[in-house]
């Protein structure tokens, strides 16, 4: 298998959430109201495994390992733009906490906000994922001996062995004081 394989593996999950969230995006304007449950899951969902679990493998170790490499110009240059797509993804999802933290403050704000923040991810996702899968991701390959490959996939699979220790981990520091963050309390 080569390393690529899992990554656009993911991606096909990411897919699928998008498809859930043009529906319910259908839902908030048909009907002026929102699966907040929804909300909250396709937050853990984007935080977890789209960015820590997914873009946590592409970050950490092949753009790490392409780093190394002497890229052709426009690898180097997808490369980057797909970094900053990451930072723009994180800040997509951040906004989107804050817009369920205002629709959970008031039922009557907010709803607008979270309809933006939603079309916002899944206009952005697909394209994102087109940018990996169609231009980068295969052509990356070639840099790479069969044994690097052989590696990456191996760290690949340890990365996502520690990932579930990570988020628990960080649960149960936050829930003992180390890290509580302050909103989303309820009073």
Known sequence: MKPIGPLM????????????LKTEISNIRGQNAI???????AIDFFRT????????????????????KPLAPEHK?????????????RKMVRELIEA?????????RGLAEIDDCLSRLVEFYPRHIFKE???FFFPCLDYFSREEQD????EFR??????????????????????VPRQGMVK
Do not use: C
């Not at 991606?11 to 859930?20: A, G, S, W």
């Not at 240059?77 to 993804?89: S, Y």
């Not at 369920?100 to 403050?105: C, F, S």
């Not at 340890?158 to 890290?179: A, N």
């Open 158 to 179: 340890e990365f996502d062995r520690q990932m579930i220790h990570e988020k628990y981990t960080k649960l149960v520091e936050e829930f003992l004081g180390k890290k």
């Open 100 to 108: 369920k933290e205002t629709y959970l403050a008031g039922p009557e």
């Open 133 to 135: 899968d169609k231009n």
């Open 9 to 20: 593996w993911e991606h096909r999950l990411i897919d699928k959430l998008v498809q859930v």
């Open 49 to 68: 495994y789209s960015d820590r679990t997914h873009h946590g493998k592409e970050e950490e170790i092949l753009f790490r390992d392409l780093a190394k």
């Open 77 to 89: 240059k997808t490369m980057e733009e797909l970094i900053g797509e990451h930072v723009q993804a």
């Open 35 to 41: 699966n907040i449950m929804l909300v909250d899951e």
């Open 151 to 154: 590696k990456m996939l191996q």
